[in-house]
């Protein structure tokens, strides 16, 4: 018996803070309240369809999608402008469409430079 509460008391230190323990999961498991409550803080944190880790991906979703929006938002004012732009001035109709889309006259030749990739 002497062996035997050595070797216990080696591996797992001191007796009474085991009982300690032992007396608190005892008191905590006999309350019905705590025990649902912790049952009831671990199915949502955990199980439930909308658990927190659900809860953390939608939260990043939805802050990138706020940022696309302010982005795109940006870039419809900025081609509005470009637009109300072109409407207004046909110089600049003029250097849009020979930019973007590589047309000329007649009697032009359109030269295209291509920088190398390095």
């Keep these: ?10 591996f797992y230190g001191d007796c009474t803070a085991m009982k ?3 007396r608190f999961s005892f008191k905590f498991l006999s309350n019905k309240y705590a025990v649902v409550a912790t049952v009831f803080l671990v199915w949502m944190l ?3 369809r909308n658990d927190l880790i659900t809860q953390v991906k939608q939260k990043n ?4 999608m ?9 870039e ?6 470009m637009l109300k732009e072109m409407m207004n ?5 003029e250097r849009f469409a020979r930019e973007k889309y590589l047309m000329k ?3 032009e030749d359109i030269f295209v430079f291509v920088a190398k990739k390095q």
């Design 105 to 107: 006259k007649d009697n």
């Design 46 to 48: 955990f199980f439930d």
């Design 76 to 81: 419809i004012h900025k081609d509005m402008s």
């Design 89 to 93: 001035n046909p110089k600049t109709l």
């Design 1 to 10: 018996m002497k062996l035997c509460m050595a070797v216990r008391e080696y």
């Design 66 to 74: 706020k940022q696309d929006q302010l982005y795109f938002t940006e």
């Design 20 to 22: 300690k323990i032992a």
């Design 61 to 64: 979703k939805l802050n990138q």
